[in-house]
């Protein structure tokens, strides 16, 4: 064949014989080509408008295997008759064969020649007859009837292979022709998501603590070092003025970590630190046991031993004790403790019974705010800010009790899908007790507050059950299907 399956020779071969003739059959102008690429083209052309085409089937008719050896060496009867011809005085039955060499031949072709009946016959009745002879079988045969299309012309204009950044730069995408790579022709989809990737996703506790962590950024907060989650019981409870026999220091709340038995004494941890851990230590002693800094005090023996327990930390508040009593030994130039903003957004343990809405351990997004002249109000106003600028509105606040904050106020808001006022946050302003025994001055105010990172992340991905968010019930198709960032701030 003079073509080959280059689509591109054949594309013009059928433009070139398409100007000389309207329409064209793909079987007389192309008998050679095979149907797919014939086929190839077609569409390649259909697709830009160049052709249209209509499929065109008819039936041909096949020789047998046995009919083309009637083409080669003559019909059965007429080989019978030339071996008898030859053989003058006539042949017996077996003789014929022999000289035949092939019992079929001889059997089907002394029958016919016995007959002795030459008719001719008209092509179909032919046809009937050698297909009842099974010398002929019928073939469907699929060709093309191809037309001028719309936009007909002699040379195929340049098609780009690829989208590149620079055809998209100069807007050249728009009136580009794209080369099609598929059989079915298909316009390229400016419109397509694209290909999964299969790439690592984040978790959507880890997205929403990003968006957590910016809006703390944007508000002018340093980060905490959370990266402990075994702390002492001085600093879990103690510092923050919770007492040795408060419920939630009980085996039911609390996870103690047996190995090693105890914690060292506070201590400072980098060379800046210049606090006195001793004078501290012995502050928050006195504080809970006699009362100091205008306050009774719990009188209780306060017990060293219980508050070197080491515990699994059960809020990250006991990280904001430590930062807040190293701020109380920072000056500026003129001698004053600096205000300061700091936030964590990290791992709490404790020892809860699981159910649909718990786990032993949970995200807690915390938040201090050191500075003068800092009311209740204030503490109200900042909340309604922070969360607003997760899209949370119409705040509620509940007075509440912690052993370290007064006043205390949990936060509610509005669950438009549960129809009722959920709690999203607990916060106060710290008690002098503790604040006081740090070395912080008298007329410095504290705001505290935490949340759970799980809850606002099960409102926003329509989570009902807490396994399903963490754990090892999580479905990985989920973390993976989630968009990579969330637009909408619902
Ligand atoms: N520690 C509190 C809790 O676990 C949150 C809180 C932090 C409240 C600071 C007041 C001040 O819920």
Request: no cysteine; hydrophobic share 40%.
């Given at each position: 064949s003079a073509y080959n399956n280059s689509t591109g020779d054949l594309t013009s071969q059928i433009l070139q014989a398409l100007d000389k003739a309207d329409p064209i059959s793909s079987a007389e102008a192309f008998p050679q080509v095979t149907f797919e690429a014939i086929k190839a083209a077609l569409d390649r052309l259909a697709s830009r408008s160049m052709v249209t085409y209509e499929q065109v089937e008819r039936e041909e008719a096949l020789l047998e295997p046995e009919a083309e050896e009637i083409v080669a060496h003559g019909s059965h009867e007429a080989r019978v008759f030339e071996a008898v011809r030859k053989a003058l005085d006539g042949l017996t039955l077996q003789d014929l064969e022999t000289t035949i060499g092939d019992k079929t031949v001889t059997k089907l072709g002394q029958g016919k020649a016995f007959k002795e009946k030459w008719i001719k016959k008209d092509g179909t009745k032919l046809v009937a007859l050698l297909k009842k002879r099974k010398l002929l079988k019928m073939q469907k045969v699929i060709s093309f009837r191809i037309s001028k299309g719309p936009k007909f012309a002699l040379q195929l204009v340049k098609e780009e292979t690829d989208l590149t950044a620079e055809l998209i730069v100069s807007g050249a995408w728009k009136t580009a022709t794209f080369r099609i790579a598929h059989t079915v022709p298909e316009p390229y989809n400016f419109n397509a998501l694209g290909a999964d990737q299969r790439a690592g996703a984040l978790h959507p506790l880890n997205k929403v603590r990003q968006e957590f962590r910016q809006i703390f950024f944007e508000m002018g907060f340093t980060e905490m070092p959370t990266n402990q989650f075994v702390e002492s019981g001085f600093w879990n409870f103690d510092a923050l003025f919770v007492p040795q026999q408060h419920p939630a220091r009980d085996l039911?709340?609390?996870?103690?970590?047996?190995?090693?038995?105890?914690?060292?004494r506070p201590k400072p941890v980098s060379a800046e630190d210049k606090q006195d851990y001793d004078e501290y230590f012995q502050n928050v002693r006195q504080v809970h046991q006699d009362g100091k800094y205008g306050s009774i005090g719990y009188r209780y023996p306060w017990s060293e031993d219980e508050s070197l327990r080491l515990v699994l930390r059960t809020h990250t508040t006991a990280i904001s004790a430590a930062m807040l009593h190293k701020l109380a030994g920072q000056r500026t130039k003129d001698g004053r403790v600096p205000p300061a903003r700091y936030f964590s957004i990290d791992r709490v343990f404790r020892n809860e019974t699981v159910d649909a809405t718990h786990l032993c351990e949970f995200h807690q997004v915390e938040g201090v705010i050191a500075d003068y002249g800092l009311t209740l109000g204030g503490l109200m106003e900042?909340?309604?800010?922070?969360?607003?600028?997760?899209?949370?509105?119409?705040?509620?606040?509940?007075?509440?009790?912690?052993?370290?904050?007064?006043?205390?106020?949990?936060?509610?808001?509005?669950?438009?899908?549960?129809?009722?006022?959920?709690?999203?946050?607990?916060?106060?302003?710290?008690?002098?007790?503790?604040?006081?025994?740090?070395?912080?001055?008298?007329?410095?105010?504290?705001?505290?507050?935490?949340?759970?990172?799980?809850?606002?992340?099960?409102?926003?991905?329509?989570?009902?059950?807490?396994?399903?968010?963490?754990?090892?019930?999580?479905?990985?198709?989920?973390?993976?299907?989630?968009?990579?960032?969330?637009?909408?701030?619902?």
């Open positions: 039911q709340d609390t996870f103690y970590v047996s190995d090693p038995p105890k914690a060292d900042f909340m309604e800010i922070f969360f607003g600028a997760m899209g949370v509105t119409d705040l509620r606040f509940k007075p509440a009790y912690n052993p370290y904050t007064e006043p205390s106020m949990e936060i509610f808001s509005y669950h438009k899908g549960l129809n009722k006022l959920i709690e999203i946050g607990n916060s106060g302003i710290f008690r002098p007790e503790m604040l006081e025994a740090m070395g912080l001055p008298k007329d410095m105010v504290v705001y505290g507050f935490g949340l759970s990172l799980e809850r606002p992340t099960m409102i926003k991905y329509g989570i009902s059950n807490i396994r399903e968010l963490l754990g090892h019930q999580v479905d990985l198709n989920f973390v993976q299907k989630n968009p990579a960032v969330r637009l909408d701030k619902n």
